[in-house]
């Protein structure tokens, strides 16, 4: 991580792990942390499905082919991931966008994303 402090999340709270199996974050720390190197803006804490990632890969991201020169093992339905915000925007427009973890979605994301757009797709809070 580039910062020293604390990220925290979209609901202005601490940034929580996303995932750690496999190990995700523009970083690879398991958190969606972002910084100035991270031009993809990688603060999206998604549940990814298999839907998703065909749109994905119909984009142009192929994120189920495994890239070891990348630290990237390749995703399958249920992983979690650090999604690019405006990934998943397009998807959601699209209606394919994947469930996320808001908890543990970056409050960066909320320059490019609506924070009732986000809502719509968490799955942490009751």
């Keep these: 991580m580039t910062e020293e402090k604390q990220q925290l999340n979209v609901l202005g709270t601490e940034l929580e792990p996303c995932g750690m199996n496999p190990v995700t974050g523009f970083y690879r720390d398991g958190c969606c942390n972002t910084g100035p190197n991270d031009v993809g803006t990688h603060t999206v804490c998604a549940v990814v499905t298999n839907e998703f990632l ?18 990237f093992p390749g995703l399958k339905d249920g992983d979690k991931w ?4 405006l ?13 996320i973890k808001l908890g543990s979605t970056n409050i960066k994301t909320l320059e490019l994303i609506k924070i009732e757009s986000l809502k719509k797709f968490q799955i942490d809070l009751n």
Excluded at 55 to 71: C, M
Excluded at 82 to 85: S, V
């Design 87 to 99: 990934r998943w925007e397009e998807a959601r427009k699209a209606g394919v966008a994947p469930k």
């Design 54 to 71: 065909e749109f994905s890969k119909s984009r142009g991201n192929d994120l189920t082919t495994a890239r070891p020169e990348f630290n």
């Design 82 to 85: 650090c999604l690019c915000a």
